[in-house]
Nanobody, 124 residues
Framework: QVQLVESGGGLVQDGDSLRLSCAVS????????LGWFRQLPDKERECVAC????????VYADSVKGRFTISRDKTKKTLYLQMNSLKPDDTAVYYC?????????????????WGQGTQVTVSS
């Protein structure tokens, strides 16, 4: 079993930066993909960015390219999302997720393990 615990959310202003962290514990996995997703009330959960745990390959949603950076520290077993130039449209609950396997999917249904989420609010 994999446990994921997010931290780092909060209230910031338009244009500010924020870094989210996701501590990974439990089963140690080598062939896996981790990702950050976000969800607004009454909206579907959407992928923000994903990364292969071993190879470090990354993919981003078009809406965050050039502003957000996903990374991981394999020694600390921690996933990060550096968010710069935040906009009010980035306001959402952000979730950390993991799937076993090397294929990167944007579809949240492909991910088996989820954190509890952390709220990010960007005021205008």
């Amino acid at each position: 079993q994999v446990q994921l615990v997010e931290s780092g959310g909060g209230l910031v202003q338009d244009g500010d930066s924020l870094r989210l962290s996701c501590a990974v514990s439990g089963r140690t996995f080598s062939d896996s993909v981790l990702g950050w997703f976000r969800q607004l009330p009454d909206k579907e959960r959407e992928c923000v960015a994903c990364i292969r745990w071993i190879g470090g390959d990354t993919v981003y949603a078009d809406s965050v390219k050039g502003r957000f950076t996903i990374s991981r520290d394999k020694t600390k077993k921690t996933l990060y999302l550096q968010m710069n130039s935040l906009k009010p449209d980035d306001t959402a609950v952000y979730y950390c997720a993991a799937r076993i396997g090397s294929t990167i999917y944007f579809n949240p249904a492909k991910y088996d393990h989820w954190g509890q989420g952390t709220q990010v609010t960007v005021s205008s």
